[in-house]
């Protein structure tokens, strides 16, 4: 797989706690409500709509515990909005902040930074999910169908799987033939047969893999198989099922799932 050339570059996300309040665009929106003293006249300034731009304001105003927008009276046209001194003092701090990142943007760059694919994969190491499965892959095939459309996918070790998702995901994730993107698939999803016992399953993925551990807990077991050629996946099962496919370290086993439960996703 090929990257093209490393341009080092970054933006400011404002959190709190678990919660993301957003970045830059964010700001950009109180900006344009201090400028104009309207929340329709700043959501266009900014791309957003107005709905976009109220639920924005809410969240950040539940999120600081303060209000950080209010509506006024006797503004443009009878009425309008404005920020708090808190507001404003958040626009003030965010500034210093990108005037900063920016700088030191700009001295990694000067520094020779010479790490083609390194970021991506960092970023990729640092995505959380709830789904215990995450295989990096590159589309193969794309198949529309009459709803949905079939993305086929390779992943390490050449395997192949599918996923199903409707046009609309293809569309907002520009989804293309040689687009890298991220495979998941919750652990309960995956179904473990054995090779040759004669089932025919309708379950479009179906790889052969080797059982490198069982976990037994309260009530289900973790099975960890490595497929062939290098990657894992993850499969939650009952003990009694573990127990009836005798699997055990070494066996030989058959991952199995459905196309649509394979969630895709690419990094912005």
Known sequence: MTYPPLE????????AGAQTWGGKNRIDLLLQIDATGSISAAARAVGMSYKGAWDAIDTMNNLAGEPLVLRATGGKGGGGARLTERARRLVATFQALETEHRRVMAHLAQAGLDAAGDL???????????????????VSAIR?????DEIALRIAGGHEIV???????????????????IALIKAPSVMIALPG?????????????????????AVNSEVILDLPGGGTLVAIITQDSAETL???PGAAALAVFNASSVILGVVA
């Open 120 to 138: 991506n994969l960092m970023r990729r190491i640092m995505l959380k999910t709830s789904a215990r499965n995450k295989l990096l892959g590159t």
């Open 144 to 148: 529309p169908g009459a709803v949905n």
């Open 8 to 15: 080092l570059d970054g933006s400011i996300w404002l959190r």
């Open 246 to 248: 005798k699997l055990a």
């Open 197 to 217: 016992d004669g089932l025919k399953l309708s379950a479009r993925n179906q790889l052969r893999a080797t059982v490198a551990a069982v976990r037994p807990g």
């Open 163 to 181: 996923a199903t998702i409707t046009h609309e995901s293809t569309a907002e994730l520009a989804l293309a033939v040689g687009a890298e993107v």
